[in-house]
């Protein structure tokens, strides 16, 4: 067993480890393939146990009984390590495999090493691509994975993918692929359309779950509601809330009617309040409902409304409540009837007052997940503390996404939920102003915290009452949140604050940092106090060559490390990569006409097993 | 190349001094000043106005660079003037039309706030009028934030749209959407009852409909714009971003006058003549 390999953590809502691979199976599993088609003398190398087949014959078939109970990726990897015999038997049973970047190894690596698998999940882009920070055509691509996991699992059921680039043709080939394909759930990809959609929907008959989730879907002009099947579907959940396309809403119907083992539905904006209310009354038995538009079609009727409140409160077991895309806030009130089952609750696209709010959220006593804009403002976050005590998760977004914007939360809503939410384990929070005494106190009061996560949206901003920067905050956080794996740093920082992270930020897995630090000190405290780092993702802080040097240690053990607009020079880049050959050190966005010029604008590096990639675009130079 | 970059550039590179002097000369609030300071990047393999910038950038930056790795304890204000050669990735940062209320900082900078694409546009496309009321006109500082697209965007692009049998144009601002999709949509929204409205009036049907198949063909009405060649074209054929660099305004005609469009441009023409 490598030395070095830390024990891994779970994260918060991603459960990333390091890739099923690690440096040292991969020598074993290149030896043990080579063994298989062997020669007798290397597979008598190969087992431990060797000479007499029975015995290994019966260990492997205990083995077999006993491993296919592991479902943890953590533990599977570390049975794997045991021994050769172990690593193959675990690679026979292991029927779920998690790939936290496509380009860790190449698809072949994945299906020579794992024979039964029957659920992938796959990631590719790194997150900060999702703010224009990378440009479009990286890669990321699923189309080798398609089609190598075509031949190879024809008995495959579920992919989950995030941040990949898929093409209506991948869709086409997954669905004739895979006759028992189940899930397919896709997060904020992009790179097909409604054709593809269609082309899912009509050839797997026996799918569960289509979820669309923040990606970005092409409008072919395909109907592809009426693309389902006829006769009973096995759906589970179908969601399509980031579906730009109008819906053939009779189609719609139909198929929910026909679907008797749905709970979770989420409609997208052209969905209208009427249409939403027909589909209630269809299927009560909904556990999760994303609401669409909740605004009118048409223009307000002179007839007699429908009575939106009982179709809700026919919905006695909807406990997830999501959509309100383009609210009319009139008809908030019909959801009032659900409220007291509710645990998540996401008002993200629906710019709700305090006033609107307040009666709402007085009835959501069992809420644990709670999504929403900042225009509910300090009051509502009050209100929010006031009543969800049971609260775990909390997202605030900026209405107004802009740094001069007004802000209509601040330190006094952040400090209310501290007190009022004791059990917080995640919190996302946009703010245009913020005091290290809420964040300290936030520390103090919610010692469950693993996602702490605080946007302060001008950038450098210190603590607005005492104009000191946002290191005391940031420091109490990672000293008294002992179970801290995710952290995401804003305002201003100095190196302080930095130190204070590599002295306690123990279990940090993902760090994300912009605009910070005064030097190289700050990112070397990070590199050399967090043992646990995978994912670190900076922009714009004064860390240079140095500071990356610092890390070298390390990046075998990490996930990946993106910086971009740091003051890097292309020659240590080089060197880095010179002296890690298993590090993949991208540098994206060089320009093609000057090849000499030293400084870089991204770094993106990532450890691999199989050497840098053959789909590189021209922006990208790997060293 | 842009007159204005040709200005730009030789001052630009008269403003690196040696010494640490300049960054005090920094903490103006001389929007000219700042203008001149703003380094934008282009796209990788952009067109000869981003080559420019970057010859600019490298220099400045090998500067800051060397002047960086001098110093190790930064101030504040020296934090933000380096951010703000650094601030900008693959779009330029604006530039005329910005200027900061309360802070010296420059422009909006890409991707920050980090707030993904989707969740940007609530101010423009939400129907809702409770809550901080963001209208039309403060989308000019979203356009470079947290969208997909990575290629420069102009601020506020808001150009005319005219339908058939309405009388009254509207504007649109194109920078607030991201697809045709999001624009037809849009179109929608805009016309729809202000065509049922018009219908109303002239004897037919007051019901509001949706305005749909804009982008196929299919729908009653087509989506076509004038170009900056003055060409009429159907909106649809290329890249958004094309699309949006070189729309001049927009028109949404009867599909079935498609035919007839081709001498749109003509009976126009003849309409400002007779004025």
């Known amino acids: ?623 | 190349m842009d007159p204005r970059n040709r200005e730009i550039c030789p001052k630009l590179l008269d403003l690196i001094p040696q010494g640490r002097k300049w960054y005090q000369e920094e903490k103006i609030n001389n929007t000219d000043q700042e203008k001149k300071l703003e380094l934008r990047l282009g796209p990788p393999g952009g067109d000869e106005d981003q080559s420019t910038m970057k010859k600019i950038n490298i220099e400045t930056r090998n500067n800051m660079k060397q002047q960086q790795q001098q110093q190790n304890i930064k101030k504040e204000s020296e934090d933000k003037s380096f951010h703000c050669f650094n601030g900008n990735h693959f779009s330029p940062s604006n530039k005329t039309t910005y200027v900061p209320q309360k802070r010296t900082a420059p422009g909006p900078v890409v991707g920050w706030p980090p707030v993904r694409s989707f969740r940007k546009n609530l101010a423009s496309t939400s129907s809702s009028k409770l809550g901080n009321e963001s209208s039309h006109g403060d989308q000019i500082n979203k356009s470079d934030g947290g969208e997909k697209q990575v290629e420069p965007k102009k601020e506020g692009m808001f150009v005319k749209i005219n339908m058939d049998s309405v009388p009254i144009g509207r504007k649109v601002d194109l920078n607030a959407y991201n697809s045709y999709e999001q624009l037809s949509f849009a179109v929608d929204k805009l016309f729809r009852g202000l065509l049922a409205a018009q219908r109303d009036i002239s004897g037919g049907e007051g019901e509001e409909k949706p305005i749909i198949g804009l982008l196929d063909g299919k729908g009653e009405f087509t989506l076509t714009y004038e170009d900056n060649e003055g060409d009429k074209m159907l909106v649809g054929d290329v890249p958004w971003q094309m699309f949006v660099s070189s729309v001049k305004r927009l028109r949404v005609i009867k599909s079935s006058e498609i035919s007839s469009s081709l001498t749109f441009g003509c009976s126009k023409q003849e309409k400002k003549i007779r004025h």
Not at chain 1, 120 to 133: C, E, I, M, S, V
Request: charged share 25%.
């Open chain 1, 1 to 623: 067993m490598t030395q070095d390999r830390t024990e891994m953590s779970e994260d918060d809502d991603d459960n990333s480890q390091s890739p099923p691979l690690d440096l040292r199976s991969a020598a074993i599993a290149d030896h043990c393939s080579s063994s298989s088609s062997s020669t007798p003398n290397k597979s008598r190398n190969c087992m431990a146990l060797n000479s007499q087949t029975f015995p290994d014959h019966v260990l492997e078939n205990v083995l077999e009984n006993v491993l296919q109970f592991l479902d943890s990726r953590c533990d599977r990897n570390a049975a794997s390590l045991v021994c050769k015999s172990w690593w193959r038997v675990e690679a026979l049973t292991r029927s779920e495999v998690f790939i936290g970047n496509c380009y860790a190894l190449s698809p072949t690596r994945l299906t020579q090493r794992f024979k039964r698998v029957k659920s992938l999940l796959l990631k590719g882009k790194p997150r900060f691509a999702d703010f224009n920070l990378m440009p479009p055509d990286w890669g990321a691509n699923f189309a080798p994975w398609v089609s190598t996991m075509a031949k190879a699992y024809p008995w495959l059921e579920k992919v989950d993918l995030k941040r990949m680039f898929v093409t209506d043709d991948d869709l086409a080939l997954l669905a004739d692929s895979f006759p028992g394909f189940k899930e397919l759930i896709l997060v904020c990809c992009e790179g097909f359309g409604t054709s593809g959609i269609a082309i899912v929907a009509n050839k797997c008959r026996k799918l569960k779950v289509l979820d669309l989730i923040e990606s970005e879907v092409t409008d072919d002009g395909v109907d592809w509601i009426s693309c389902f099947p006829e006769g009973v579907t096995s759906l589970e959940s179908l969601a399509f809330d980031c579906v730009e396309a109008p819906i053939n809403f009779e189609a719609l119907e139909g198929l929910v009617g026909r679907s008797p083992f749905l709970k979770k539905l989420r409609l997208n904006r052209l969905v209208s309040l009427e249409e939403l209310h027909r589909l209630l009354l269809g299927a009560p038995q909904l556990t999760s409902l994303g609401t669409g538009s909740f605004s009118h079609d048409n223009a307000p009727q002179s007839e007699q409304e429908p009575d939106y409140a009982a179709a809700f409160r026919a919905c006695k077991s909807v406990v997830c409540l999501s959509g309100f895309r383009d609210l009319m806030p009139e008809y908030l009130p019909s959801i009032l009837p659900v409220c007291s089952n509710l645990t998540s609750l996401n008002f993200s696209y629906a710019n709700i007052s305090p006033d609107m709010f307040k009666p709402i959220i007085h009835n959501c006593h069992r809420l644990q997940v709670f999504w929403a804009l900042d225009s509910i403002c300090d009051e509502g976050l009050q209100a929010v503390a006031a009543t969800c005590k049971e609260l775990r998760e909390l997202r605030i977004f900026p209405f107004d996404p802009r740094e001069e914007s007004e802000g209509p939360v601040s330190e006094l809503g952040l400090q209310a939920i501290s007190e009022g939410c004791r059990n917080l384990e995640s919190i996302l929070y946009f703010c245009q102003r913020m005091t290290n005494a809420a964040v300290i106190a936030m520390s103090e009061n919610c010692p469950e915290l693993t996602v702490f996560r605080l946007c302060i949206m001008g950038r450098h901003r210190p603590d607005h009452v005492t104009g000191k920067p946002m290191d005391e905050g940031f420091g109490a956080i990672v000293k008294n949140c002992k179970k801290l794996t995710r952290l995401a740093i804003s305002g201003l920082l100095t190196d302080q604050a930095f130190r204070y992270m590599g002295e306690h930020g123990k279990l940090i897995r993902t760090l994300s940092v912009a605009f910070a630090g005064d030097s190289d000190m700050a990112l070397r405290h990070v590199l050399e106090g967090c043992p646990r780092l995978q994912k670190l993702e900076i922009r714009d802080s004064p860390f240079g060559d140095v500071a990356l040097r610092c890390g070298m240690h390390r990046y075998y053990n990490m996930r990946f490390v993106w910086m971009s607009a740091c003051p890097l020079s292309k020659g240590c880049c080089k060197d880095v990569a010179r002296a890690m050959p298993n590090l993949v050190v991208e540098v994206i966005g060089s320009d093609d006409d000057d090849d000499n010029r030293d400084y870089v604008e991204t770094l993106y590096m990532y450890r691999s097993l199989d050497g840098p990639r053959n789909d590189v675009p021209k922006f990208v130079t790997i060293l």
